[in-house]
């Protein structure tokens, strides 16, 4: 009996989930259709004939396939970038008690709120003149330029919460600084490093602005841009965009799917510290 | 940690350097721009100058800068607002136990971590004048003929901002619902001897505990909602006629479209200048509680 009634407020959550998902979900309904079914009227809410999938899907993999091996490029640049500075600076903020602190932390409390075109202009002209336009190593750069502030902060807080006793009583035993980093509060911190990276991954494979401004050359173009530049070239064929968008979605969706536990303690953790 | 002395800076210095060099820096150099005279043709030639404050008498003067003031306060007002209300209402929903929960949540977080990219383009799907939202209200004879939701210039901003609330729906959903697990259900418990229900029990109980995280949830999607860039840029590119622009996309517009790098830094300065002043306006708020 009680189950039952409780299975009413599932019925009940699934009407603000539909309307969430709907978007999402009309992705991949158009990743199954010809571009004549997607515009048909009345719309086509249920693929008619699920079939086309096949022709999609394949054609957009043959225009997409170079462009996926610069996405993971970029997004293990940025990755790395972010696993070898950010929990390092973590380490130091949550236990060192350093002189510079305020100020260290208002660094990064400050790029948090700035917007991409605060910076994006004077760093396009820099990497002009130190030729880094039309690299990855500058798209790399730049997207991380954000994103390690943001999970120094995330994962401040958690080392916070460190039992102290722990790293006094290594470096009684004579520990390297180095030592107790590697060998206690890496360790320790596995559950946030593993949010990092998949915040460091989404950051990575989604962003859109540093790709659209420091790339000129399409053979250098992550997906992202790839796609946008989709409905220009193709004319209107959103078949072919709505599977290539589909695909490029996939990764996201799993580490969703699968992360959003860690992701969401990752997130509030960062949002209601004081 | 003292003992261990200068050498605990080697941990925190290369995020510093590098936040600074890559961020900071940039920040500086922006507003320096913002008084210069920076074009692709001055910089070729080498010729920037300092113009004092013409970019910024140039933006005032603008009336597509005006436009993209107006637009911006509309767009931010009515995505914080409704976001916050419905993500509200998700997390009141959410907070009873029931099967599938975790499931569901999970994807309602899918907006947040999908690629702009991907939503935007659907999203422009939907609004195009033979898109998906004109010919469903056709086909249900609710609209005689066609709404030019992303053509007319304006109602492209009201579009995009229906666009951006769904896009923030997670983010003020997830912050409600983890405070409210917060929440201690004996104060439900007594409140319900007392005879309070429903909407009463929300407002007199739930909202001044949550108060703090409510704000928070208000001062962090003001933040993003005023940052927003991408959405706008990948649904309408500022159009139609520089009619939907918000602050970031014509600062981008203005650089990266014109070559007027010297304008367009001085727009986005501007824009940092209003950030500060609503962050620090809604800190006050914060503090004083």
Redesign the interface.
């Known amino acids: 009996m009680r189950q039952k009634s409780m299975w009413k407020w599932t019925l009940v959550a699934l009407i603000p989930v539909s309307f969430i998902v709907f978007p999402i979900y009309y992705v991949l309904v158009g990743s199954m259709m010809t571009t004549s079914q997607i515009f048909h009227q009345p719309p086509y809410l249920i693929p008619p004939n699920p079939q086309e999938i096949v022709g999609n899907y394949s054609r957009s993999f043959r225009i997409l396939g170079p462009y996926f091996l610069n996405s993971i490029i970029v997004t293990l640049g940025v990755m790395v970038v972010i696993l070898l500075l950010s929990p390092a600076a973590a380490f130091a903020l949550a236990k060192m008690r350093l002189k510079l602190e305020n100020i260290f932390n208002f660094i990064f409390m400050l790029i948090q709120m700035l917007p991409i075109t605060a910076t994006i202009i004077p760093l396009y002209l820099f990497f002009r003149e130190f030729r880094l336009v039309n690299t990855f190593v500058g798209v790399i750069l730049g997207i991380s330029s954000f994103a390690v502030s943001f999970i120094v902060i995330m994962l401040t807080s958690y080392m916070r919460s460190f039992p102290v006793a722990m790293i006094e009583s290594a470096e009684i035993d004579g520990a390297s600084l180095l030592g107790i980093y590697w060998k206690i509060v890496l360790p320790l911190s596995m559950p946030a490093l593993a949010t990092a990276s998949l915040f460091a991954f989404l950051q990575g494979w989604s962003n859109f602005v540093f790709p659209l401004t420091l790339l000129q050359d399409d053979k250098l173009y992550p997906l992202s841009i790839r796609l946008f530049t989709f409905v220009s070239e193709f004319g209107v064929q959103w078949n072919y965009l709505m599977a290539g968008s589909f695909i490029y979605s996939i990764p996201s969706i799993i580490v969703i799917l699968i992360g959003s536990k860690f992701l969401i303690s990752g997130l509030t953790a960062g949002a209601f510290k004081e | 940690?003292?003992?261990?002395g200068p050498?605990?800076?080697?941990?925190?210095l290369?995020?510093?350097i590098?936040?600074?060099l890559?961020?900071?820096?940039?920040?500086i150099?922006?507003v320096v721009?913002s008084f210069q005279d920076?074009t692709a043709i001055s910089?070729i030639q080498k010729t920037s100058q300092f113009i004092g404050f013409k970019n910024y008498i140039d933006t005032l003067n603008d009336p597509i800068f005006r436009r993209t003031v107006l637009n911006t306060l509309i767009f931010t007002v009515l995505s914080i607002l409704f976001q916050f209300i419905?993500g509200f209402?998700?997390a009141l929903?959410?907070n009873?136990?029931?099967?599938?929960?975790?499931f569901?949540?999970?994807?309602?977080?899918?907006?947040w971590?999908?690629?702009?990219?991907?939503?935007g383009?659907?999203?422009k799907?939907?609004f195009m004048d033979?898109g998906?939202i004109n010919?469903?209200l056709?086909?249900l004879k609710l609209i005689p003929k066609i709404v030019p939701w992303i053509t007319d210039a304006n109602m492209a901003i009201y579009s995009l901002t229906i666009a951006n609330i769904?896009l923030g729906?997670?983010f003020n959903f997830?912050?409600l619902y983890?405070g409210l697990k917060g929440v201690p259900v004996e104060l439900y418990e007594s409140a319900e001897i007392d005879g309070a229900i429903g909407l009463k029990k929300t407002l007199y109980i739930t909202v001044p505990i949550l108060k703090p995280?409510i704000i928070?949830t208000l001062l962090?999607g003001a933040?993003f909602t005023?940052?927003v860039?991408?959405l706008v840029?990948?649904i309408t590119g500022g159009g139609p006629g520089n009619s939907s622009h918000l602050?970031?996309t014509y600062?981008?517009q203005l650089?990266?479209g014109n070559y007027n790098?010297g304008l367009?830094?001085a727009?986005?300065v501007i824009?940092?200048l209003i950030?500060?002043v609503v962050?620090s306006i809604l800190n006050l708020i914060k503090v004083e509680d």
């Not at chain 2, 940690?1 to 261990?4: A, G, V």
């Not at chain 2, 890559?22 to 920040?27: C, E």
């Not at chain 2, 009873?96 to 975790?102: A, H, I, M, S």
């Open positions: 940690m003292d003992r261990f050498k605990r800076y080697g941990f925190i290369p995020a510093i590098f936040t600074v890559f961020a900071i820096y940039p920040l150099y922006n721009f920076v910089l419905i209402l998700i929903l959410f009873k136990e029931f099967p599938l929960r975790d569901m949540i999970s994807l309602i977080m899918l907006p971590f999908i690629p702009i990219l991907v939503s383009t659907v999203f799907l939907f033979m998906l010919r469903f056709l086909s769904w729906i997670p997830i912050l983890t995280i928070t962090l933040i005023i940052k860039f991408d840029w990948i602050f970031s600062s981008y650089a990266f790098f367009g830094a727009v986005s824009m940092i950030i500060i962050v």
